[in-house]
């Protein structure tokens, strides 16, 4: 069966991936032996590996393990639906959503120019995603109304108050506004810019600055962070960040006002410690 699971790796996966995935469908069979595959044999396997990984590494063990058993069900050696019995891989750990700063987007707006000082400033401002950014037509825009326009995720629409949530931005949107609803972020190939091209000018930006690097979410998370502090209501931020579910945001406010927390904490004493250390 190893064999025939190697033939079929290789396929479709790279040949690093193919002996990852396959090393670990062999430590799984060694480990099961006899016994007849269950969904409680896997369990008992997960908390195992739990037990004598750490967390990560237990992750991705049990994500291949996965997929190994996925192809024992396509080829009829596994139930259909017997993965879906088995545990799904543990959670990393999570890490705190990085930041930007208004003194680090100030930077990179000044750094750039047109357009994509507008595609910062709505990132940042506003909130929105990379992938919503740089798909905005001119005609997404209401002036009388004074709102944007958003393609969300899932093809969802979401009209936001621009005016009322940034009237900078809403400002530079009608001065810049063309005689006609074309893409708000053209190429040179007549279609938008992409995500792609916003994150590289971000990185290199950086590095010309010597900023830390920041990534685009790090300006939509510049919106959430300031939205936090203000004390924004859950489910407010949660539809002007366009997610799925209050939970997502509700975790995103817990760990953004840790940042704060921090920061609060250490104000003041990482100037000492560093005089100090120089000193000694």
């Known amino acids: 069966m190893l064999d025939e699971y190697r033939a079929h790796l290789a396929t479709s996966r790279a040949a690093t991936t193919t002996s990852s995935y396959l090393r670990v469908a062999s430590k799984f069979v ?3 032996g006899d016994r007849p595959l269950t969904a409680a ?11 004598h990984h750490a967390r990560t590494s237990a992750h991705t063990i049990v994500a291949a393990l996965r997929v190994y058993l996925r192809w024992l069900e396509s080829v009829g050696a596994a139930p259909a639906g017997f993965v879906t019995q088995c545990p799904k ?7 705190v959503p990085r930041v930007a700063t208004a003194e680090e987007t100030a930077a990179l707006i000044r750094a750039v120019g047109r357009p994509y000082d507008l595609a910062f400033l709505l990132m940042s401002t506003l909130g929105l995603r990379v992938t919503e950014v740089v798909t905005l037509s001119w005609g997404d825009m209401d002036v009388t109304a004074g709102t944007l326009a958003v393609s969300r995720k899932g093809g969802k629409r979401m009209e936001l108050p621009v005016a009322q949530i940034s009237p900078q931005v809403q400002t530079l949107l009608m001065e ?5 609803s074309g893409w708000m972020f053209p ?4 279609s938008h810019l992409t995500a792609d091209a916003v994150r590289k000018t971000i990185t290199r930006v950086c590095e010309r600055l010597g900023l830390r690097h920041i990534n685009p979410h790090a300006m939509r998370h510049q919106f959430a962070h300031r939205a936090t502090l ?4 859950t489910k407010a931020l949660s539809m002007a960040l366009g997610h799925s579910n209050l939970a997502v945001t509700d975790k995103y406010q817990k760990q953004l006002s840790g940042v704060d927390v921090i920061r609060a904490g250490f104000e003041g004493r990482a100037c000492s410690i560093i005089t100090s250390a120089a000193t000694n």
Request: a positive charge.
């Open 230 to 233: 203000d004390a924004v209501p």
């Open 89 to 95: 891989p543990p959670r990393a750990h999570e890490t």
């Open 176 to 180: 810049r506004r063309p005689g006609h």
């Open 30 to 32: 060694a480990w099961q």
């Open 187 to 190: 190429s040179r190939r007549g």
């Open 41 to 51: 044999l896997v369990t008992q396997y997960t908390v195992e590996l739990m037990q």
